[in-house]
């Protein structure tokens, strides 16, 4: 899918005393790689002493052996993978953040947005704060240790700076002595944590960063919560729990999480395929094969399948070859044409009547290409179902959606999009059976504000339209 | 799967007025990437004068924009993927090669290996020869330039080469005015040919490469024949065709090609859906979910399913970021913990009777992690089945299996077998059916050497016990 | 010369209609590199706009076209040059610093050091503010910043900060719509300023890079001066000038500074042929050839032959193509044969008295080397002679001079070093002579603190002997 | 000096029992870097099996540690530096070349051209030999081969061989267990070999390189001998010696070599202040100073210098940090104030007048911009004097000179040249002076046919004409 991007995955550790900090750090960032591409890092604490990287680039790119050598040994960490625009900027906005402050120092992680970020950057600096990022996440840091001043404690300032911070925060901090997560109250942003069997503390935002080391799961941090790993064990501070109905983000279930991540409770994977039933549900229609766009297609695809009884195929073969430095076809008009990174199977379309099922349309395009290339390759119809509802509404809360001037259905019935699309017909998720994806009638608990622009988390006052708008003038 | 290596894939353009040749070339490769990842390299005819560039790395590290540009414009281009052992001569290997002599220059590239290479290279090197490389490539040149000295085209001599050299070979060779196709009298390894609607006319190792750029198949190149691509058109010397009974690579189906190629005109999908039709049949079982290890066991799964009737489901979650510089975790102990390849989704096998598809099984290390995998996830009960028959011998035909010393099935039962990857169950495919994968009971012109030992294209005399042991003794 | 290294070169650009401010910058610095070869930066003002990238590494390998093409067009510019010890910090120490504060964004790029860093940051600190790094140059933009809050513009924020920092500082600083040159009242290290004739400011360390970009010399800027360039011309602030006697550092002629340029009036390669002249005075000697060192020993070795009368000649060759990866011969045994980098020319010593010019002993070693090289390569007689007095003390004005632990001359006497190193005599340059240097008897305004322990700018109350002896014990 | 090359630069290792004739190789090919910059390569011999490594780059580019750790442990090696044109073939054509023949393997490196490959290239096509480079090289290897097959020894193979190449080759050849040196009648390029204290033998272009890993010098190879080291220790062929009358190229004296060499019993330091004191009695001027530019024309500066008894000076400083990726300044007015590569030092020449020496004119553009430099610089008269004749032949012996269409002494007197230039004066060495340089009279056995057009080796027969004529319509 292009044109939504998740903005941030988090991980942390604490109390590895085989000092493989770092290392734990690399894999579990592999494992959350999916949530940001585009730069990553890792803090490392040595007895109280920090040393951290951080680079534009895939952990593969930016970590090479000699490089997480240089890293040290460490029995705590905090590691962090980024989306971001591309800028000149960009390497100074990578994450954990590492700042030194007046109790010493502290490195800090975060998934999500603040709607308020503009308003405490105003303040700050009327003090005579200066910065060096464009990122909310230094300004959370400002929050922190100002509070820090006057706190006998590192989570007694973070208790205190989450009264000032609003928005969407899934956040790992480290501190000389201690590793702090804390999730804003609403828990926009999942973050959950699991225990290795040499007794090492794991943070992280997905349970597949959890297995990824090995590390059992214990629990997801509650919305509000956070909680304390030091000398003396886990600890929960829990005064901001329960202040606000929590409402995560539906969409991790529908595309940006990992299917074999549970959150919440709930098995991604299972969410997904459950949509594909609902569809089965809300839009059926006589075919002969199910396929779904991979990757982030196949499992509602399954779901469909079997609710609706129509075979389920394998439809495309997509190329895992294509890196970051894929040259693109120049000509406009061969665009069409090449089949290079995602090539439907004609044995399994050719002259019959196929159900495609997508995760989500955002501008169209891309969908009118996959419903070409069946076309070419001999599909007699295709009906697309799309296992998301229409988005319509911009994210205030960690997620970067493409404009509204870029929507397609912002401007398009379903009809005419499925005319615009060329398919045969074409079905959406409804909101109401996105909001039981994963726990059926109980759970109400979810922002669907992308899909129908109500905001369980408020908006940022100052910025809200200029954001938006500004997106689109960059086009 | 490892253990188990193709060796080569071939791409060639003719006739491209746009000038383009290098650039198709370059996505003709990246559709090919799977039959060789270790080298790549493209040369590209611009009106006689040849231009290369060649290096070890995937196609998208080896071809930069800027890399690319330098090969400039062609009409006509050679272009090739390679497997190979890593070493210092690694480079050097690389092909296509391009040799100048009395004639001109020719460019090559080559999939297959010869079995009389040694008893050829002996004879050149008495007459004063000198090689650059240790590729079967540079003798198959010297033998076509040899004989071009005495004959009147290209074409002619490499007709009279293909009396001299033996074994599996599907060749791409370029002179400055004709583009050549020719594959071994067996057929060993595939070669198909087609046309853009711009009159460009492609060869390639596989159809999917054809999809590529946008090509409409048009043949496969018959076993022992050499089309020959020039300003008069197309044209087909088939003096070598017949002679032999075509014997095809069965692995090519149930392994090396893309699911989406078609080869002798049968989808190479299709015949692994057979496959698992087949397991479904020879090796029954009550279960409640069929699961393909990703991603070469999925089609197959499919098939499982579909002949069975158990349900399809999604088993793993590969991690599609780990690239060629991913660090290994070091510690033994801690290697069966991490899933950070391949995750499962518990939710999927947990408290079920699990049939697990995969392709092969060569030394039983990975079959015994996967099983473990799910066991750990909480499967109940787990019967592998593999889409392949057992790996007993040799490959001379340019695939490069693992030592005997190595492989599982050389030295324990199939009962052992199961015993020692974990598995309930297990069950391989029968040579028997192996054969009919692509087109029934019509198709017995197949190669299945590494299953039975019969070896339809002789075997080398003098290396042959040589080349197996060394490579036993490298490990 | 190992063991003293200069921190930074600084440079600026105001007023280039053409828009090529980081073009400029990029020859300035490649003038400056001498200066600082760790770590290099530059940022561009587009209108306000800032631009900005840094790294370790030369200017050659930091800056590709495609990267200075990045930072894009601009009227104005800063840059930097650094050394810095190495470590995961580096990059974050880079320079120039962008922040971004109340009134805007400011870059700062700054050779020297504080005195009173630890005191200031302490300070800020118990206040709340936080730090992305361990530089004075961040220390420094907070006190400008603080100020600026109430200052009416940024050069009254500069000109109030400057009561507050102490110790060594040539700072360019760039606002929105200025650039701000301002040195310490000591005037520790040089800075000046001239104008392209397309009307171009140029603020440098040192005139040579003037010279790089074409730039008409105007003047020094004088000890405290605050010197703005602005849409209205060039202005001078002095409130803080003649407030102290100047004390320029005198190791900017012997070493420092590159020969073609011109400090305080006086050209560098004359100042140390003087310091050669003196040399011949102070410590004459019977002898057939006068040789230096390349490349700083050349000026004196001139001066020096000059001055006795005894003909000068090239007595090494240097390898000049020895970079930063150059592999280092392992084998103790081996070091002291190998004449990788350096070699004797046999011609020019064999069978005579040698006078050997270097501008430095540190260590010891390095010049027993070269001593050594001499004596095989056949001189009969080798007088060392040295264009700078002993290294006795620690300097705090950005200098990086290795530890008493490992100053020769804080353990031996003159005689005992000449005996350590080899030489048949050995003669330093008078403390009272290097206050000559430039200026004959006049120039008495020299700081020459490493030699003689009189620390013109106070020294740091916290960390002075703490900083030293880390220094010591990190060997 | 732009425009005239060399082309390479040789080095072999033989008998080293510690097995580090890889590194060996290493420190030699920095020492021989001038001698080609463009690409390098090295072999090593461990016990029979040969490691090779070749790229395009300057040595400490191409050999990292890891990659010079890869070639392994070897008691023999063979290197090579190479100067050559840009183009897609280029790493195809570096140096040394490893063939496999019937005999085994063998390494070549070769300095020199020669003028009968066109010939023996077409007669070996005509046998059916292939070529994978364009270079002469490849040529020797076939020769070599040839002769093998009815040679006792690999030496007598190229004995046999040196009666067939005709024209300039200094070799350096590895067999399994032999290293052999070998020199053309003539000597046209140098040759020698040193041992070291281990009693390992070391064969190297110049003798600079034998310092460069402590081998004290035997003695040169002379004109037409074949040296061979083996296990039975060093043996020398000489049935090609004394055939023709010797003639080094005069211009390794002048330019090519480094100064620290000694060639044919002459120091090259020694050499070129012998040019220098030949000017001064040539071509003698009333002047304030002699400044030589750097770093070729200082040698002859200072022969001038004390031929004259006008005081040397140091007249400029050359950025050392210049590197292969500086990006040169685009616009063309401003290309004559940039003083990025050289700058003068305005003191030395200011109000002076100065002699300014040089090793050569080719186009005559960078002579006139240094000129302007130092008439910028207030020089009131510059007369400049050049160690070399005027260039107004092409060289067929390994020496890259440019178009006679580019060489201004081809087009102009020296009178134009001089107010072309805009020098006060001019004065070329004379031919005659350039032949004593080294022996005063007695030595008249070099090759000045660049100068004079007398070519001793004889000229290439077909390709003579097209070779100048296709270099200048390249341009």
Do not use: W
């Not at 709930?266 to 039933?277: D, E, K, L, N, Y």
Request: overall charge neutral; some cysteine.
């Amino acid at each position: 899918m292009n044109g939504i991007h998740e903005e941030c995955g988090v991980f942390g550790v604490y109390g590895n005393n085989a000092g493989i900090a770092a290392q734990l750090t690399y894999y579990g960032l592999y494992a959350l790689q999916h949530r940001g591409q585009e730069a990553c890092g890792i803090v490392v604490n040595d007895d109280g002493v920090f040393a951290s990287y951080k680079d534009i680039g895939l952990v593969n790119d930016v970590f090479s052996p000699e490089r997480l050598e240089k890293l040290g040994k460490g029995t705590a960490s905090v590691g962090h993978v980024r989306y971001g625009t591309t800028g000149n900027n960009d390497r100074a906005n990578a994450q954990p953040i590492v700042v030194n402050h007046i109790k010493g120092s502290m490195a800090l992680a975060h998934n999500g947005n603040l709607v308020n970020s503009f308003e405490l950057r105003s303040e700050l600096e009327l003090q005579g704060s200066i910065f060096h990022t464009t990122s909310d996440t230094e300004v959370i840091s400002y929050i922190i240790t100002k509070e820090r001043i006057t706190s006998p404690s590192i989570e007694e300032a973070v208790n205190k700076a989450m009264n000032e911070i609003k928005g969407a925060y899934s956040l790992v901090i480290m501190s000389p002595s201690k590793l702090i997560a804390a999730r804003d109250e609403n828990g926009f942003r999942p973050l959950c944590f699991g225990k290795t069997d040499d007794g090492t503390y794991i943070v992280a935002s997905e349970t597949c960063a959890l297995d990824a080391v090995g590390a059992e799961f214990i629990r997801d941090i509650k919305p509000g919560e956070i909680v304390v790993f030091d000398k003396n064990g886990v600890r929960s501070i829990t005064d901001h729990c329960g202040k606000v109905k929590p409402s995560m983000c539906v969409f991790e279930y529908i595309y940006f999480a990992r299917p074999d991540s549970v959150i919440d409770g709930c098995s991604v994977h299972t969410a997904r395929t459950r949509a594909g039933a609902f569809l089965a549900l809300e839009h059926p229609v006589q075919a002969d094969v199910v396929i779904g766009v991979p990757d982030s297609g196949l499992d509602a695809a399954v779901g469909y399948s079997k609710q609706s009884g129509i075979p389920y195929e394998i439809g495309f073969i997509k190329n895992k070859y294509i890196g970051r430095t894929f040259i693109a076809p120049g000509q406009k008009s061969r665009e069409n044409k090449v089949k290079i990174k995602l090539n439907p199977i004609s044995d399994v379309v050719k002259g019959k009547r196929v159900v495609l099922i997508d995760d989500s349309i955002v501008r169209g395009t891309t969908s009118a290409r996959i419903v070409k290339l069946l076309r070419d390759a001999g599909a007699t119809e295709i009906h697309m179902r799309v296992s998301a509802p229409p988005f319509l509404n911009p994210c205030y809360y960690g997620t970067d959606i493409d404009s509204k001037e870029n929507l397609i259905a912002c401007k398009h019935s379903v009809e005419e999009t499925a005319k615009i699309i060329g398919a045969d017909s074409l079905g959406y998720l409804s909101v109401e059976s996105a909001k039981k994806l994963a726990h059926g009638d109980e759970g109400t608990g979810y922002c669907t504000a992308c899909f129908d622009g109500k905001y369980p988390g408020g908006i940022p006052q100052e910025t809200r339209k200029n954001r938006f708008e500004k997106k689109i003038s960059e086009k």
